[in-house]
Nanobody, 124 residues
Framework: QVQLVESGGGLVQAGGSLRLSCAASGRTFSSYTVGWFRQAPGKEREFVTAISRSGTITKYADSVKGRFTISRDNVKNTVFLQMNSLKPEDTAVYYC?????????????????WGQGTQVTVSS
């Protein structure tokens, strides 16, 4: 089992940057694929990005490609989401999620551990 805690959200102007962190408990963190999802008010939770257990495979939603970068440090049990060139439409609660898998899923239903979320607000 793994517990996830997100941090790093906040208010930023359009064009700015934020770095989110997802800190995980558990000694087998390196066996989990980790994803970031986001949910805006009135909308469904959507995939943002995910990273494989070793960090060699990453996937991104088209809407964030070239602007967001996911990375992980398995020694520190932490996954990072660097968000650059932020847009107002990136405003949402961002969640990190984990699944004990060698695959890199992109739907929220395939992840079974979730953090509490962190709010990201981008002003125009």
């Amino acid at each position: 089992q793994v517990q996830l805690v997100e941090s790093g959200g906040g208010l930023v102007q359009a064009g700015g940057s934020l770095r989110l962190s997802c800190a995980a408990s558990g000694r087998t963190f390196s066996s989990y694929t980790v994803g970031w999802f986001r949910q805006a008010p009135g909308k469904e939770r959507e995939f943002v990005t995910a990273i494989s257990r070793s960090g060699t495979i990453t996937k991104y939603a088209d809407s964030v490609k070239g602007r967001f970068t996911i990375s992980r440090d398995n020694v520190k049990n932490t996954v990072f989401l660097q968000m650059n060139s932020l847009k107002p439409e990136d405003t949402a609660v961002y969640y990190c999620a984990a699944v004990y898998s060698a695959y890199v899923p992109t739907t929220p239903y395939e992840y079974n551990y979730w953090g509490q979320g962190t709010q990201v607000t981008v002003s125009s």
